[in-house]
């Protein structure tokens, strides 16, 4: 089981349950019954058998009486070589039977019953059974030349499924096998690879697999890859290493390229940052403290500690927008309606706190340094990506802001973005110029076809211009399966969860039931110091260093703060 802890919105961390499961998963179907889904459906829901019946041929009747059956097959642990020898059997009996001026369909509706179809139905993948299209139905290629079973009919049809369909020979001599869409953009970017271009794609499409293999078309010491997080970075670097073992690779961080642009700028217009304290991640400063520093005075209805965290939220805004300037819409919700006096107050302490940050006016001013603050910092030079380097390969572009995207569109180089806007939790993703060729990859060969039903609405009403369809092409399909509670799963899993509260409720959970997991050791590093974080504020009101709750000093204010969640509420009783 994975257990994914998402303290941003946008970066991840793992937490591993292993746990062992005594059912069998789902293998990639190799048996396909003559039936559409829509009609097994609408029989187990209770339409029209006789009108099924009427219209039905040998092959479909054969195949419903295999599925009436599926359920206590599969109990017996028939095998799916099993299962087509059956078919075929019942196959030959309804010829049988009607030859000799009988009605195969009778002994069906004998059979039939709603229960039993539905029960055949919820075992079709574990049975490695699947259903076929009207349009495969109607060509009867699982019919050899006499009308009997063509025990070849399953190969044949997987290998049609097959997303990956076309080889393309590498230069090394590695064989590539690409889906059709794969492809389309593999042999684009070999004719067109000294131009810029974003691929949107899908999860599941391959766009990881696929940038590691345009690295190997280029020249690998004068190809930078880039991503927002370590974690992204040292993801691509492996799986570039892993078809390129011996190659130079050239990878880091925006904020890591930030700084190298910054500091080699000795002018006074430049922001050399040579305080590596105020720019760990623990260097953490409360707004009492940034007030003081400022003399920031009370607004309205707001005392200093508080404008100093409305400036804080609207310099983190600011960073992350293309505006050269601070602006009103850089505010954050105040609470309460506030006059334009108020607002131009408030904008001028937080263009303030931003020239504090950059260049302190005294020694005392220590104020943190974040990568969002340098990065946008560079964004407002005429600073590029350094030309040594002829190509950018970026991966989970989506999570590129503003400014990232400002410095890669006025770089020199040849800037290959892959990325997904549906990912992007934050907001609405930033656009490259008019100039960058977009393409889009919408074909996921991990994904089965039933997965196109649940995102293609969501699409369909997000605010995102993209409106492409998913296309689920995996050759095996994918269960959805809708519930309440989530249960504690059987199997390996993923599971997703907001932040830190969610992860402790998992883990109270899985502990409390005895499950085997394990954690990776900066999951457990965050969890821990969350826990103990919680525990001192509960018990001595002591200010907790994790960033989440770094901002409350006393336990009432977080119990305000987030009084109204069941996870607070969870663990403010564990701590009782």
Not at 511 to 525: C, K, N
Request: proline content about 6%; aromatic content about 8%.
């Amino acid at each position: 089981m994975l257990l994914f802890d998402c303290p941003r919105p946008r970066a991840a961390q793992d937490l591993t349950p292993a746990m062992r499961s005594p059912a069998a998963f789902a293998p990639p179907p190799s048996l396909f019954l003559p039936l559409t889904e829509e009609v097994c459906k609408g029989l187990a829901a209770g339409e029209s058998l006789d009108d099924f019946l009427s219209q039905a041929g040998r092959p479909q009747l054969a195949a419903l009486m295999l599925l009436l059956n599926l359920k206590a097959l599969v109990a017996q642990n028939t095998a799916v070589e099993q299962l087509e020898r059956m078919l075929d059997d019942v196959l030959r009996a309804a010829a049988s039977v009607e030859e000799a001026g009988g009605r195969f369909a009778d002994l069906v509706r004998g059979r039939f019953t709603v229960d039993h179809l539905a029960a055949g139905l919820s075992v079709l993948e574990v049975a490695g059974v699947s259903l076929l299209e009207d349009a495969d139905i109607e060509q009867q290629d699982y019919l050899d030349g006499e009308g009997q079973w063509d025990f070849g009919f399953g190969l044949r049809h997987r290998a049609k499924l097959e997303p990956l369909t076309r080889e393309v020979v590498m230069p090394s001599g590695d064989v590539l096998r690409l889906s059709d869409q794969q492809s389309r953009i593999f042999d684009e970017f070999k004719v067109c690879n000294e131009e810029s271009f974003h691929l949107q794609a899908y999860a599941g499409v391959g766009k990881t697999y696929l940038l590691a293999k345009f690295f190997e078309v280029l020249v690998p010491e004068k190809t930078l890859l880039m991503a927002t997080f370590p974690g992204q970075v040292s993801a691509l670097q492996a799986r570039v290493r892993q078809a390129n073992p011996d190659a130079r690779i050239n990878a880091c961080t925006f904020g890591h390229m930030a700084n190298l642009l910054l500091n080699r700028d000795l002018t006074a217009r430049g922001w050399r940052n040579t305080d590596i304290q105020r720019t760990g991640a623990s260097s953490l400063v409360d707004d009492r403290q940034v007030a003081q520093w400022l003399n920031l005075q009370a607004v309205s209805k707001l005392q200093p500690r508080d404008v100093a965290r409305v400036c804080r939220a609207t310099v983190h805004s600011f960073s992350l927008s293309p505006l050269a300037n601070i602006e009103a819409r850089h505010l954050p919700s105040l609470g309460h309606a506030a006059g334009q006096a108020d607002i131009a107050l408030l904008l001028e302490y937080s263009r303030l706190l931003w020239r504090e940050t950059v260049r302190p006016s005294a020694p005392h001013i220590r104020l943190p340094i974040r990568n969002s603050h340098r990065i946008k910092f560079l964004a407002l030079t005429s600073e590029v990506i350094p030309e040594n380097y002829s190509h950018i390969i970026i991966d989970e572009s989506h999570e590129l802001t503003a400014p990232m995207v400002q410095i890669l569109d006025r770089s020199p180089q040849a800037v290959i973005t892959l990325g997904d806007e549906f990912q992007q939790l934050s907001g609405k993703t930033p656009r490259h110029g008019g100039f960058i060729r977009q393409r889009f990859m919408t074909q996921s060969i991990r994904a089965g076809k039933q997965m196109a039903d649940v995102l293609n609405p969501m699409i369909q009403l997000h605010p995102s211009d993209i409106k492409e369809g998913f296309v689920g092409r995996a050759p095996h399909p994918t269960r959805v399966i809708g519930h309440g509670v989530m249960p504690i799963p059987e199997k390996p899993t993923t599971i997703l969860v907001a932040n830190e509260w969610g992860l402790f409720a998992w883990f109270k959970r899985l502990t409390e039931a005895g499950a085997r997991f394990q954690m990776p050791p900066r999951t457990l590093e965050n969890l821990t110091l969350f826990v103990k974080g919680l525990d001192l504020l509960y018990r001595e009101d002591l200010r907790p260093q994790h960033r989440l709750i770094f901002r409350f000093a006393y336990w009432d204010a977080l119990a305000s703060a987030m009084g109204g969640s069941h996870e607070f509420k969870a663990m403010h009783e564990w701590l009782g």
